[in-house]
């Protein structure tokens, strides 16, 4: 047994100035339930232990007096909780399951959507309107230019009126559903899921639909938003302070292994603030030093699903603001190699540079974009051949958004990085596949196109994508001089064809 003049003396001593008179009194005739001036201190742990009452008052007092104390006191929080389920798991490679649980409660939601829609649909006596097709014209399989205008020819003259006709109808089809322009817009959605970003849009269905967007609004905004930046704005000063520190190391394996753990773990922090879920396979495959990974492109966040698994030397246009801040970051701790894609010289240094790093056996793989511009990851565009002409050994990886839990497609000539991740942040989630496949060396007497063709098909028909042989340059620019000569060589040849058969006949 203590008294309470000996309790509120303790108290006095350990808060100081701190906890009022009148505030102190209160907590001590809280704790003197008999009223005889002694308290019983197992009573008074108990107490403690049970509410936390007079701990949480104190903590509160200081705070209230101590503006400070409030700031130092969240930050305290906000880097234990960040240390101990961020960077903790990150760097042993540990998951929660929290990402893989909220993803399948997703999956059964987005089921209910879809059933309510086709139940009222029913009650309507409509059929249900999807938006998402395959093309808006049913176009002919493929076939050659010359086949299809032979079948469209009534008679074998040199020039016939079937062929004016048959270039009206492509340039026809061309402007209505080309293969190009489509490739730089948002991926249709079969079915709503509740984004009004999406070619859906909110239709009100019903009351409980209309609840359940309400509360995914406030989901995503009041609750996942503001975690998911407060994520990236730690994982940025991480990556900003850790990367020069390792710089300082000299050439060797601690500066590699430290660099790796570096980028794992600033990636992972990334990968946690995009909420991204992501499945790898074929990891047996994955690509080794002294060799070149090419993937398809269709957001910057392409690098963080890849470097996540594994460390990479980057190459890449160089960028101003947020991009720039993190290139200049980034190659301090490792070899990566910035151009610009308008200077000439710089693609003869950068095709020196390849051929040096690859050379290196100590230097991780470099991870190249043949494609140069972000595609909608429903295709896949001309590669560009200077990546294949090195000579090493070229590891393919297909990389497959889910477009359902949010649009990772980024449009860079309608919004800048930072609202493009704020875009992506406030979406349900990024969901992704990516395959690993066998590494593949150019062929003797293979061009570097005719290898970086085979590359991109086999990246294509993993990944399910559209195979494209449109160069993704004309996101910006026009059709070149050279594209048009090609098709007018294609029709001359035609007629070459036709003209000779028709001699052969006479003879």
């Known amino acids: 047994m203590i008294s309470t003049a000996e309790l509120r003396e303790a108290m006095k001593k350990l808060l100081g100035q701190q906890v009022g008179h009148r505030d102190l009194e209160e907590i001590l005739r809280d704790i003197d339930l008999n009223g005889d001036g002694q308290v019983d201190f197992e009573e008074f742990v108990r107490m403690m232990s049970r509410g936390l009452f007079s701990v949480i008052l104190m903590t509160w007092t200081v705070c209230t007096s101590e503006p400070l104390c409030w700031v130092v006191l969240s930050l305290s929080l906000w880097w234990t909780l960040l240390l101990v389920f961020i960077i903790v798991p990150s760097v042993a490679g540990i998951s929660f399951g929290i990402r893989s649980l909220y993803m399948r409660a997703l999956l059964q939601i987005f089921k209910w959507t879809s059933s309510q829609m086709e139940i009222r649909a029913k009650e309507k006596n409509e059929e249900l309107y999807k938006p998402y097709s395959n093309g808006i014209i049913a176009k002919q399989p493929s076939l050659s230019l010359m086949q299809q205008q032979q079948q469209l020819r009534c008679c074998s003259s040199d020039c016939a009126f079937s062929d004016a006709l048959f270039f009206s109808r492509r340039a026809v089809e061309s402007i209505v559903d080309d293969e190009v322009t489509k490739c730089f817009s948002a991926q249709e959605l079969e079915n709503w899921n509740l984004l009004t970003r999406s070619n859906c849009r909110f239709r009100h269905i019903s009351l409980r639909l209309t609840v359940l967007w309400g509360l995914g609004l406030l989901l995503r905004y009041c609750l996942l938003l503001p975690l ?77 699903i890849l470097a996540n698994d594994g460390c990479y030397s980057l190459v890449g ?84 958004y889910d477009p359902r839990f949010g649009d990772a497609f980024w449009n860079s000539s309608k919004c800048g990085i930072i609202s493009y991740l704020l875009w992506t942040m406030s979406s349900w989630a990024i969901v992704c596949s990516v395959w690993y496949l066998p590494p593949m060396k150019r062929e003797d007497g293979e061009s570097a196109v005719d290898f970086s063709n085979r590359v991109k098909s086999a990246i294509a028909a993993q990944g399910g994508l559209v195979d494209l042989v449109w160069d993704g340059a004309l996101k910006r620019s026009k059709v070149k001089d050279d594209l048009k000569k090609e098709q007018q060589k294609l029709y001359s040849k035609v007629l070459m064809f036709d003209r000779d058969l028709r001699n052969r006949n006479n003879i």
């Open 228 to 304: 998911r930046v407060a994520l990236a704005v730690s994982g940025v000063p991480l990556l900003l302070v850790l990367t020069p520190l390792v710089s300082c190391l000299p050439d060797g394996a601690l500066h590699s292994g430290l660099s790796e753990k570096v980028h794992i773990v600033c990636y992972g922090v990334f990968v946690r603030a995009l909420t991204a879920i992501i499945t790898y396979h074929h990891q047996e495959n994955k690509p080794r030093d002294g060799g070149i990974c090419v993937a398809n492109h269709t957001t910057p966040i392409d690098i963080i």
């Open 317 to 400: 246009q160089v960028h101003g603001g947020l991009m720039g801040l993190l290139q200049r970051a980034l190659v301090k701790a490792s070899s990566h190699i910035w151009f610009e894609r308008s200077e000439a010289k710089d693609r003869h240094l950068v095709a020196k540079r390849l051929g040096d790093h690859v050379a290196d056996k100590n230097k991780p793989p470099i991870l190249i974009f043949p494609e140069g511009t972000c595609i909608n990851n429903t295709s896949v565009m001309m590669f560009k051949k200077g990546s294949f002409e090195v000579g090493c050994s070229v590891y393919p990886v297909a990389i497959k």
